[in-house]
């Protein structure tokens, strides 16, 4: 029986359960479609994959694939996805990385960038590489008369300089950083940016959770949006007396902040402070109003505060290939999500975990105070955080908060997932249906913790009636 490759691509890269929706023969289709769709016959395409046990596998079959239709491979081995974005970037080249990111161990899938670190989405040629891919699954995959080779290449090292030549550590006071890799790629290459394994030391002294690479996740979940995965980082900052917590997803692109207290930083605070450093290094060269990307789900802080340092905040929906797409139009300095991707102009227009986590120390670093003092002026207002309700008709559910809110002063948008907002009361939340899991997500932001908690148990209640 053929699998049906529409199970495993979604929006913007493919998910799927390995031996189930993604297998080496679903992925060696792929790597045949992908060098068919992208015109990449004759040209250079780089391969890569994080710890999980099916990925070298998986990067065998790409290959086998892609070198059929003519294209030569270079394997970059263990990768973080920033790294792939790092290497299409630098490289000038087209790239794939087999990584199902936060999802569990029976998981994996593929983050597929075009030369320069262009995404690859269901807007951009995703959709064609599925169909191409579904006719090879059903007609076999016919070789070209000039087959590509597959070479190898180390690229961490230069990924590392790369990070280090954007944000200037050597100067920083002394911290300790301890940092939770999840078992997933932060555990290669938190050593090599900010450790001493590939280049000089920092003045860093880095505590290392769960570095060991091991793709069925022994420990927690690689996946720090959920609270219960942040747990044993906030009791290792607060055991240690660390400066500052790190904790990074599977496949690192994602980088999340405990402060010197053990208590969380939202990502739209460390939006908030990347932005304003940002901009004022684009104002610094000449560049009047710098573009700040932000998503709708986003903290108003954000937009907020790049008004107020005289940039151009400018909001777009959820999902990495939307913003990048965004960030290129608009010429973005950078771009953040509430879900912790990161996006910079100097980086390709792409998310890096990294990069925002060396802008969070230089800041820290620079100055005496502690992280909790340093953030507390990019956090004005209460959210939530992003809840998920698993719910058979979602939309039917959005028709019930719909209707409760018609006679009350609330505006309602439908541009991605659907956003109330309150102006009299200073209050937001959007629900959103997940392209990639099957749940009803919502998010919240008041005025003050008694209006973020009514709001949203109120929503809440309307969901999951």
Sequence with gaps: MTIELSESFKAYDVRGIVGETITAETVRATGAAFVDALGLAGGTVLVGGDMRPSSPEFMDAFTEGATA???DVVKIGLISTDELYFACGVFDAAGVTF??????AAYNGMKMSKAGAVPVSSETGLYEVRDRAQAYLADGITAVAEPGTATERD???EYAEFLRGLVDLTGIRPLKVVVDA???????????????????????EVVPLYFELDGTFPNHPANPLEPENLLDLQRAVVEHG?????????????????DDRGEPVTPSAIAALVAEREIARAQADGEERPVVI?????????PELVTSRGGRPVKTRVGHSFIKAVMASEGGVFGGEHSAHYYFRDFFNA???????????????????PLSDLMASYSPYVASGEINSQIEDKKAAVDRVRDAYADEDVTVEDSDGTTFTSQEEGWWFNLRPSNTEPYLRLNVEAADQDSMERVRDRVLSLVRA
């Design 69 to 71: 239709r003519g294209a």
């Design 99 to 104: 990584t199902a990111s936060h999802n569990p």
């Design 155 to 157: 690229i961490l090292k």
């Design 182 to 204: 999840g078992n997933g790629m932060g555990g290669k290459t938190t050593p090599a940016v900010l450790g001493d394994t590939v280049l000089e030391g920092l003045p860093l």
């Design 242 to 258: 660390a400066d500052i917590g790190l904790a990074f997803d599977g496949d690192a692109d994602r980088c999340f902040v405990i």
């Design 294 to 302: 932000y998503n709708l789900i986003t903290s108003k802080a954000v």
């Design 351 to 369: 998310d890096t975990g990294m990069l925002a986590a060396m802008h969070v120390l230089a800041a820290l670093g620079e100055q005496e105070r």
